[in-house]
């Protein structure tokens, strides 16, 4: 079965970190390039930051540079969303995607809140 599975989410005060995951399965996920799109109450779905491979920087939207670091571990068909310095405007629910020439797939997503 085809599969994106993310976890990490929660509740965390303003300041704080928190690490998501997305572990894949029933496909290679190697072939594909992975990204974490977020989606805020209200708001269209938005990318955050995309790794095409190791070879090449990832790319980030502004509001999250220096703060969030995407990476992957292909051994574990798994890729991570690192969030430190959260803050409010971060909270959504955040989808894992793995996409590739006339193929996209997404996760579930999982709940991030920053509040106090």
């Known amino acids: 079965q085809v599969q994106l599975v993310e976890s990490g989410g929660g509740l965390v005060q303003p300041g704080g970190s928190l690490r998501l995951s997305c572990a894949a399965s029933g496909f290679t996920f190697e072939e594909y390039v992975a990204s974490w ?8 779905r938005e990318l955050v930051a995309t790794m095409i491979s190791e070879d090449i920087s990832p790319t980030y939207i502004e509001s999250v540079k ?23 405007e971060d909270t959504a629910v955040y989808y894992c995607s793995a996409i590739r020439p006339g193929e996209r797939l997404w996760g579930q997503g999982t709940q991030v809140t920053v509040s106090s």
């Not at 799109?37 to 269209?44: I, L």
């Not at 574990?76 to 959260?86: A, D, G, I, P, R």
């Open 37 to 44: 799109y977020r989606q805020a109450p209200g708001k269209e």
């Open 66 to 88: 220096g703060r969030f670091t995407i990476s992957r571990d292909r051994a574990k068909k798994t890729v991570y969303l690192q969030m430190n310095s959260l803050k409010s």
